[in-house]
């Protein structure tokens, strides 16, 4: 309960200060006491839910934002053209180029990539692992083998389905294919979700 109590007292200062009110505005306008505001602030005091349902009231927020996981303001990557990463897979022998798109470092459950596959590709092995994928075809046509299956996806098509299911895909025609590919790691999320 104490991670909690601080976050409340924390939550209520910083959105005080962000909206430019001083400790007496807030316990003038809530009809509470200056001293009050400020053990809760300080984490002194842990306020009953009609004394937040109040002070949220004042400060413009739902009562839920004192309880909510803070966002990290920092937690996004980017990836710049120049500093592009082609990565080893499997696929690799068998003709593909994956290229490694910006993904978040704190959720490693689920890989961008940018996948080539070229017209003078003559390997089709099918490959099956576990997860699940997505694929929208960025450039060009390609042929997605897909268990008994032979779907033609053109240029603006998308196809998701189980990774299980063994696949490949090979270009329609004479152009190079990019197909913008997300790979969802189950067994990695479902391996974070138990270990909390």
Known sequence: MEDIDIKIGERVRKIRNERGLTLQDVANFTGFSKALISQIENNIVMPPISTLGKIAKVLNVKMTYFFEEEVNQNDFFIVRNDEKKFIYREG????????????????????????????????????????????????????????????????????????????????????????LNAHLKIEKLTEAIKNG
Do not use: C
Request: charged share 30%; aromatic share 12%.
């Open 92 to 179: 690799v022998k068998h003709g593909y180029m994956y290229e490694e798109l910006a993904k978040m470092k704190s959720f490693d459950y689920m890989d961008w990539l940018l996948v080539t596959v070229k017209p003078e590709k003559m390997d089709e092995k099918l490959f099956s692992h576990e997860g699940y994928e997505y694929m929208y075809v960025v450039q060009g046509g390609i042929k997605m083998k897909l268990g008994n299956e032979d779907i033609d996806l053109q240029e603006g098509d998308s196809i998701a389905f189980n990774s299980k299911i063994p696949h490949a895909a090979v270009t329609l025609d004479s152009r190079t294919a990019l197909i």
